[in-house]
T-cell receptor, first 116, second 116 residues
Framework: AQKITQTQPGMFVQEKEAVTLDCTYD???????LFWYKQPSSGEMIFLIYQGSYDQQNATEGRYSLNFQKARKSANLVISASQLGDSAMYFC?????????????FGAGTRLFVKA | DSGVTQTPKHLITATGQRVTLRCSPRSGDLSVYWYQQSLDQGLQFLIQYYNGEERAKGNILERFSAQQFPDLHSELNLSSLELGDSALYFCASSVFISGEDTDTQYFGPGTRLTVL
């Protein structure tokens, strides 16, 4: 069963506007971590933001924030004031496991296009 | 630059051959993860090592094996290569403190493998 779902294959946003990239997840593990990564056309994977399953507040990192709704099992990424350099593939990921070892599952990704 | 290094950057080989991909983690990181990114399968977790020991296993084929050496660098060995093994192979590293939920993986630039 697919555990990470990103329903938007592609998104367009106007420069300087905010955009929300959707991510839903499924797990029976009470302890898990949620991540967002950015992959530009150059191919590297860039860590953006992390949210722990027990965190009470939504994570923020500069222009990135994670809208964490635990009951709905969603972890949407919000990018404020979009820039042309934000054009890239964005992956939502979930880490499951315990202190013995971690498995990280990635979604299919959302390709974001920022228009000038 | 994440601090994770991978060599080689590109690798072209023929079916049936064997190759070795190398990864050096960030300074201070004890855990190494291997991922395969292909067009049809997306980003798939292969295996995790922590301080030389295997800790978690994902969708890794029996033809593939990995190890982590005392100096913490890791190698991913791919044998009896098939056309479908053509992909971008990422290594990531993290501190992996036992019980620490905020453990974040930082990715290397990847090795692009082409099997002809």
């Amino acid at each position: 069963a697919q555990k990470i779902t990103q329903t938007q294959p592609g998104m367009f946003v106007q420069e300087k506007e905010a955009v929300t990239l959707d991510c839903t997840y499924d797990t029976s593990d009470p302890s898990y971590g949620l991540f967002w990564y950015k992959q530009p056309s150059s191919g590297e994977m860039i860590f953006l933001i992390y949210q722990g399953s027990y965190d009470q507040q939504n994570a923020t990192e500069g222009r990135y924030s994670l809208n964490f709704q635990k009951a709905r099992k969603s972890a949407n990424l919000v990018i404020s004031a979009s820039q042309l350099g934000d054009s890239a593939m964005y992956f939502c990921a979930m880490r499951e496991g315990n202190t013995g070892g971690f498995k990280t599952i990635f979604g299919a990704g959302t390709r974001l296009f920022v228009k000038a | 630059d994440s601090g994770v290094t991978q060599t080689p950057k590109h690798l072209i080989t023929a079916t049936g051959q064997r190759v070795t991909l190398r990864c050096s983690p960030r300074s201070g990181d004890l855990s190494v993860y291997w991922y395969q990114q292909s067009l049809d399968q997306g980003l798939q977790f292969l295996i995790q090592y922590y301080n030389g020991e295997e800790r978690a296993k994902g969708n890794i084929l029996e033809r593939f094996s990995a190890q982590q050496f005392p100096d913490l660098h890791s190698e991913l060995n791919l044998s009896s290569l098939e056309l479908g093994d053509s992909a971008l192979y990422f290594c990531a590293s993290s501190v992996f403190i036992s019980g620490e939920d905020t453990d974040t993986q930082y990715f290397g630039p990847g090795t692009r493998l082409t099997v002809l």
